[in-house]
C-alpha cells in the first residue's frame, strides 16, 4: 500500500492508568440506577451535544448483563486516531533495545486503514521525538505535535546552551513546519506527572511546562496536555497562564484517568478530553469517561501502549462488539516469539485500535448510535487541530 490512507466514507514507554481499584457499587454510593449525584451532573453536561431524540439515556455506569447486539454493523466507520507514538522502535520490532521480528510497520499502517483509521496525529514527547514525529508525518501524509513531556523536562536544563536553546529549538521547529502535510498541529505532549517525578521533580516539570505555554501562545496551536496526579497544579497554572478563559486558546487533555470532577472542570475551561484503553481500566475511570460531553470528545490509542485488556472494567461492554467491528479493530495477534507477518504482536496496542475505545463510549450512553459517535468524534479533531483537508 501507499504510505498514506485513503479516506473511506460510510503513551511513552511505562505509561499507566490510575492504579486504582475498580470500585464496587457500594462505594460509588449508587443506591440504584438512577437518582445518584454523579449521574445527575453527568446527565446535566452530556445533554448539551446530541439532538434531544437520542437523549433518553440511563445515566448509570454500573455494568449490566449486555443487550443482544447486531452479530454485523454496515458501513465503515471513520476515525483520526490524535495520540500515536509512531516513533517507537516496536513498530520496527525492536523491543527493549533488541531486534525481536521482521519490521512490520506498513503492515500495522494497512491494518488500520481497514479500521477506517482516516489519519493519526504523530506525538512529540522530546525535541528529538519531534523532529522524527514531523518527519514521519510528513512521509505518511499525518499530522505531529512538537513538545517535552513532563518526564522529560530535565531535557531543558541538560541541553547545551540551557532551557532558552532547548526552548528556542522547540520555537524553530515548530516554524519551519506550520503549513502542508506534516504539519505541527498542537505544542506537547506537556504537562505534570507527578506519579513520575523520579524522572524529573515537581518545581522542573512546572517550570518548563509554563514555557511551553508561550509556544501556544506565540503560534495560537492548541495544546496536547498531559496530566497525572497533579490536577490543582495543572490548572492552577493553566488559568495563570491565560488558558481557560480565552476562547481563542485551546488543547486536548489527553489520555485521561482523572475524576468527573476533574473532566467537568477541564471541560468548563474550554479543553476537550482523549481517550484510550487506560482510560477505560476502573469503574471510576467509566463514570468519568461517561461525563464527557459530546462536543469535547476525542479518541485515541497511545499506542503502542495504553492496550484494552480483560482486566479492565470496559471489558464487559467491549465484549458486545459485533464480530464484523472485532476483526478491523482486534486482528487475530500472535505472542512476539511467534511472530508472523500481518498479524499484529500480541500486547502491543496499534492505531486500528480506537474502534474499540469508541464503542466503549458508545456503549456507556445507550440510545446514542455508534456512528453518531464516531461521526461526532471525527468533527471536534478536525475542528480543533484545523484539518481542514480531511473534511468530507
Not at 507514538?85 to 510497520?105: P, Q, R, S, Y
Not at 490509542?301 to 462488539?321: F, G, K, V, Y
Request: glycine residues 8%; hydrophobic residues 35%.
Amino acid at each position: 500500500m501507499g504510505a498514506s490512507l485513503t479516506p473511506v466514507h460510510s503513551c511513552l514507554e511505562g505509561r499507566v492508568g490510575t492504579g486504582e481499584s475498580p470500585l464496587t457499587k457500594e462505594a460509588l454510593g449508587l443506591q440504584n440506577t438512577h437518582s445518584n449525584a454523579i449521574s445527575t451532573n453527568i446527565s446535566r453536561y452530556y445533554s448539551r451535544g446530541f439532538p434531544a431524540h437520542v437523549l433518553n439515556i440511563d445515566m448509570s455506569v454500573t455494568v449490566i448483563p449486555s443487550k443482544p447486539v447486531p452479530a454485523e454493523l454496515s458501513g465503515t466507520f471513520r476515525f483520526i486516531d490524535i495520540g500515536v507514538n509512531l516513533t517507537d522502535a516496536v513498530f520496527h520490532g525492536i523491543h527493549h533495545g533488541k531486534k525481536k521480528h521482521e519490521d512490520d510497520f506498513e503492515a500495522m499502517l494497512d491494518r488500520s486503514r481497514l479500521a477506517g483509521v482516516q489519519s493519526m496525529v504523530i506525538t512529540g514527547g522530546s525535541l528529538r521525538e519531534s523532529e522524527t514525529a514531523l518527519s514521519l508525518a510528513a512521509q505518511l501524509g499525518f499530522f505531529a505535535t512538537v513538545g517535552c513531556h513532563p518526564t522529560r523536562s530535565k531535557e531543558f536544563d541538560e541541553y547545551p546552551g540551557g532551557p532558552e536553546a532547548y526552548l528556542q529549538a522547540l520555537d524553530s521547529l515548530i516554524s519551519a513546519n506550520l503549513h502542508g502535510k506534516g504539519r505541527v498541529v498542537a505544542i506537547g505532549e506537556c504537562g505534570l506527572d507527578y506519579d513520575r517525578t523520579h524522572f524529573a521533580p515537581e518545581d522542573v516539570q512546572r517550570r518548563h511546562f509554563r514555557s511551553q505555554l508561550f509556544l501556544a501562545k506565540k503560534y495560537k496551536l492548541p495544546l496536547f496536555l498531559h496530566s497525572r496526579a497533579a490536577h490543582e497544579d495543572f490548572v492552577n497554572i493553566l488559568r495563570e497562564e491565560g488558558f481557560g478563559e480565552d476562547a481563542e486558546r485551546k488543547g486536548v487533555v489527553h489520555s485521561f484517568t482523572g475524576s468527573v470532577e476533574e473532566v467537568i472542570e477541564l471541560m468548563d475551561m474550554g479543553f476537550h478530553i482523549s481517550v484510550n484503553g487506560c482510560s477505560l481500566k476502573t469503574e471510576k475511570n467509566l463514570l468519568a469517561a461517561k461525563a464527557i460531553r459530546p462536543d469535547k470528545l476525542l479518541l485515541e490509542t497511545d499506542a503502542p501502549w495504553c492496550s484494552m485488556t480483560s482486566t479492565h472494567a470496559s471489558n464487559t461492554l467491549l465484549e458486545t462488539l459485533p464480530m464484523s467491528l472485532k476483526s478491523k479493530y482486534f486482528p487475530s495477534s500472535t505472542k512476539l516469539p511467534s511472530f508472523m507477518m500481518g498479524k499484529p504482536v500480541k500486547g502491543r496496542n496499534e492505531p486500528s485500535a480506537i474502534g474499540g475505545v469508541a464503542w466503549v463510549i458508545h456503549r456507556l450512553n445507550e440510545g446514542v448510535p455508534f456512528e453518531k459517535v464516531t461521526e461526532k468524534v471525527y468533527k471536534n479533531t478536525i475542528e480543533l487541530f484545523g484539518l481542514d483537508e480531511l473534511r468530507v
